[in-house]
């Protein structure tokens, strides 16, 4: 189980024995960071050793309270300490908190109760959990891809899912169009790959493929992609609309027309139907010279 490793709010609450009033209070005192309104908070490993450091200061009768200012003036006397329940060794009298760090204590020595407690505990108790199945991990990543500031964690989520099923059709496209929506487009090529060759009937595979080949000038296998797309489902206009276009770079101008006017009959009334139309005509008027 690594640093990296994140774990749902519920999750974070088991492994530390807490309830959700208690977790609510301590991110309203800033202990830990707050959940922002309308969204799913995850937490990692780092942030469950903060945490239980925190539940054996209050419990050894350090304030919350307290415990939070204390925690700010660390922040400040010490800027580059990011983390002070993590980096830093702290002990209580029950009252005040004296701290050490690089074997110089910065506050002084009020009391002799020393939290130095392993985190091996919490890793035994991280590691029994029951691993999700890919399945899990695709709904988690479906999730967290409808909110654009938690697409990070879907793509975690997704890579889940393709470490226990590496051809996991769906798991691969969306990943790979989270690469695209990057820019990444080696990384997004490879996906689509992937999807392509897993699932040669799935029309979707090959229509990411083909648009994402078409972007990066390969058009030759752009228009295999879009052709095998429109075969597999004819009435998918915008694998027609793409077709056309790369047909059209082809100096294809035969086919651009067959897939232009394909486009216009499934798609008549689109926001694109009147570029189409003007596309339509181009290749009309390219025939008649």
């Known amino acids: 189980m690594g640093t990296t490793d994140r774990f749902t709010r519920r999750e974070f609450q088991r492994l530390l024995d807490i309830t959700e009033k208690q977790l609510a209070y301590w991110e309203k005192l800033e202990i830990l960071p707050p959940r922002k309104p309308g969204q799913e908070k995850s937490y ?3 942030d469950l050793i903060s945490a239980r450091t925190a539940k054996q200061l209050i419990e050894s009768g350090v304030p919350a309270a307290r415990l939070r200012r204390s925690l700010a003036a660390l ?7 990011h983390a002070p329940l993590t980096e830093l060794r702290i002990w209580s009298d029950g009252h005040d908190l004296v701290v050490e760090r690089d074997g110089q204590r910065l506050e002084p020595i ?9 985190t091996k505990e919490l890793k035994d108790r991280v590691r029994v959990m029951p691993e ?15 909110d654009p500031e938690m697409h990070d964690q879907a793509a975690n989520a997704y890579e889940r899912v393709l470490q226990i099923e590496p ?24 996906c689509f790959e992937k999807a392509a060759k897993a699932a040669p009937e799935n029309e979707m595979a090959h229509f990411n493929l083909g ?23 004819p ?22 027309r067959k897939h232009w006017k394909a486009y ?13 139309r003007q596309r339509l005509r181009g290749v009309m008027d390219t025939r008649k010279n």
């Open 110 to 118: 009020s009391g002799q109760l020393l939290l130095n407690f392993e």
């Open 264 to 276: 216009l009959d499934l798609d008549p009334t689109s926001e694109w139907s009147s570029y189409a």
């Open 211 to 233: 648009s994402l080949l078409d972007e990066i000038g390969e058009l030759e296998r752009a228009r295999t992609h879009l052709r095998l797309a429109v075969r597999l489902n």
């Open 167 to 190: 051809e996991h059709v769906e798991a691969l496209m969306n990943l790979g169009t989270l690469h695209y929506e990057r820019a990444e487009l080696e990384a997004a090529q490879a």
């Open 132 to 146: 999700r199945n890919a399945q899990e991990w695709f709904v988690m990543g479906l999730e967290y891809d409808r």
């Open 235 to 256: 009435q998918h206009a915008d694998a027609h609309y793409n077709l056309a276009f790369v047909c059209e770079k082809l100096e294809a101008f035969a086919e651009a």
């Open 44 to 46: 990692d490993f780092r």
């Open 75 to 81: 922040k400040r006397k010490l800027a580059e300490v």
